[in-house]
């Protein structure tokens, strides 16, 4: 569905009036009005009108009678509800996804599928029409926790007898008391609820408690099909507690990586799961692509796996499960290293929001710009002047590693204390060795392979920017040597590293003099 030329005129009109976050809540309450009442007095709608925004939480709003008159007057009721929810440029709370990713939901609709719940239905009124009249057999209940969504739904599906609209909270335990065969879901991405509203669910994150909420109202022979943050596929602590019982108590089908771009409001990477009741027997697995230069996506991967090999694997993660099938990594698992979580051998920390930086100062401030290929040029960093006791716990050690937190490439370096104290930015991470455990040096090595690159992109949040926590980061593992044969890796490496260094600059030099010499003949 495409927004109306009428609905364009009107939110255009509206634009000159109201902020662009009100056009979607003025543009439905003006609608309703006019629908309800047709031809009433200006004085009367004007009534209506500010009845129906306080409802909606809206108190700024046109309350000159005057400006009012001029929009009454001048909008158009003839455009379809539906169409609303096509400006999420105006409302972008609103996770309003392409066709492409509804294709995904609607390939779920078998023909022994009877009832249908479309949750926080808002996200997939682009084609939901469409579905229900596919799919006139079915029984559909459509949720959305906001009260003028909720409307908004309901003046879509008004004489629907096989479309129920409720008000609930898919985030709250019990939000309703029935079960259904399938279930769709676009829950809010990130954001944690608070503990005293947390009701015993698993995790905090909104998305992760739509997760383990909604799988409890599926059928004996239910399915949900979700679309997730790619955090619910690797992360530690209480995520990777919900993927255990996931595992554990329901049927995990597919899980695939989308294509970037895919939701207007937000980079992050997403994934599409597809989960029913009974035991996980073999899993699809997919990374979805766009298609050349078009609005359309493929499968340029596609494989299976087994539960037991991902209850091996230890997560979801698609990027570790395509790069087992490769050479290096089929090499790395099955080399005899002993591998050990990053967590264990280390600590981290994100480095510290710099507000305001000064040409002069006396602590340092290192930032990506900071680190090339091999080290960190000191000679460019920034420096601020602040409390010591503000920045104590920043103050970086002889011998962190820092690793890029954001930025478009993935850079590492190890930290030489210098005559000053420093601390690294808040685009970097910092990784603390235990000093009898790991050498930094030694990580720098392995994070800069082929196998550590891949394994810092599989905990990659962003699509094409890299985006990394560091809680994630203490997740992933390493291979562990003794303290001792560590050193002498290290050693080497640092001596190549001067050899290296000292040849570059040497055969700088003497580039540069044989420059000159020449030019100095003219």
């Not at 944690?192 to 599926?218: G, M, T, W």
């Amino acid at each position: 569905m495409k927004i109306s030329a009428t609905l364009l005129r009107n939110t255009e009109m509206l634009r000159a009036f109201v902020n662009k976050e009100q056009v979607l809540v003025n543009s439905y309450v003006l609608k309703k009005i006019k629908d309800e009442y047709g031809e009433i007095e200006t004085e009367k709608a004007f009534y209506r009108y500010k009845d129906l925004m306080y409802k909606y939480g809206m108190y700024r709003l046109i309350d000159d009678s005057h400006d009012f008159e001029i929009i009454y007057n001048s909008f158009s009721e003839t455009f379809e509800y539906e169409e609303l929810f096509m400006i999420a440029q105006y409302a972008p709370e609103l996770n309003v996804i392409c066709d492409e990713v509804i294709d995904l939901y609607t390939k779920l609709m078998k023909d022994n599928v009877a009832s249908v719940l479309i949750a926080e239905a808002e996200s997939f009124t682009k084609r939901i029409k469409d579905i229900i009249k596919s799919h006139s057999n079915c029984n559909f209940v459509l949720t959305s926790t906001n009260i003028l969504n909720y409307d908004i739904l309901q003046s879509i599906f008004k004489g629907y007898n096989n479309v129920s609209i409720k008000n609930e909270n898919i985030y709250e335990y019990n939000f309703i008391n029935e079960k259904f065969d399938l279930i769709f879901s676009i829950p809010t991405f990130g954001g944690k609820v608070p503990y005293n509203k947390l009701q015993n669910f698993i995790c905090r994150e909104y998305d992760s408690i739509a997760l383990e909420n909604l799988l409890l109202h599926l059928n004996q022979d239910g399915k949900l099909g979700i679309v997730l943050p790619a955090r619910i596929t690797f992360a530690g602590g209480a995520t990777e507690k919900l993927r255990n019982f996931i595992q554990s108590m329901y049927k995990i089908e597919e899980i695939s990586e989308l294509p970037p771009g895919i939701f207007k409001n937000t980079a992050i990477k997403t994934y599409f799961l597809t989960i029913a009741t009974g035991q996980t027997d073999d899993i699809s697995i997919k990374r979805y692509c766009w298609e050349g230069n078009t609005n359309k996506f493929i499968s340029n991967d596609d494989t299976f796996i087994m539960s037991s090999e991902l209850e091996a694997i230890g997560d979801w993660n698609v990027d570790k499960i395509f790069a087992m099938q490769d050479d290096d990594w089929k090499k790395y698992q099955n080399s005899d290293l002993k591998k050990i979580k990053l967590g264990d051998v280390a600590t981290s920390f994100r480095g510290k929001v710099i507000t305001q930086k000064e040409n002069v100062g006396s602590i340092g401030v290192i930032g990506i710009s900071n680190i090339n290929n091999i080290s960190i040029d000191y000679t460019n960093i920034d420096f601020i002047e602040e409390d010591f006791r503000k920045v104590n716990n920043y103050i970086l050690n002889d011998g962190d590693l820092l690793l890029s937190a954001r930025g478009t490439t993935i850079k590492t370096a190890v930290f030489k204390k210098q005559a000053y104290p420093c601390i690294a930015s808040s685009n970097l991470i910092v990784v603390r060795p235990k000093e009898t455990k790991l050498i930094a040096t030694y990580l720098k090595i392995f994070l800069d392979s082929p196998i550590g690159v891949k394994l810092i992109k599989s905990i990659q949040q962003g699509t094409n920017l890299v985006n990394i926590s560091y809680k994630d980061l203490i997740n992933i593992e390493i291979p562990i040597l003794p303290i001792e044969e560590q050193k002498v890796i290290s050693e080497e490496y640092e001596k190549e590293l001067s050899l290296y260094q000292n040849t570059i600059n040497t055969a700088n030099d003497r580039w540069q003099n044989v420059i000159r010499e020449l030019q100095n003949k003219f």
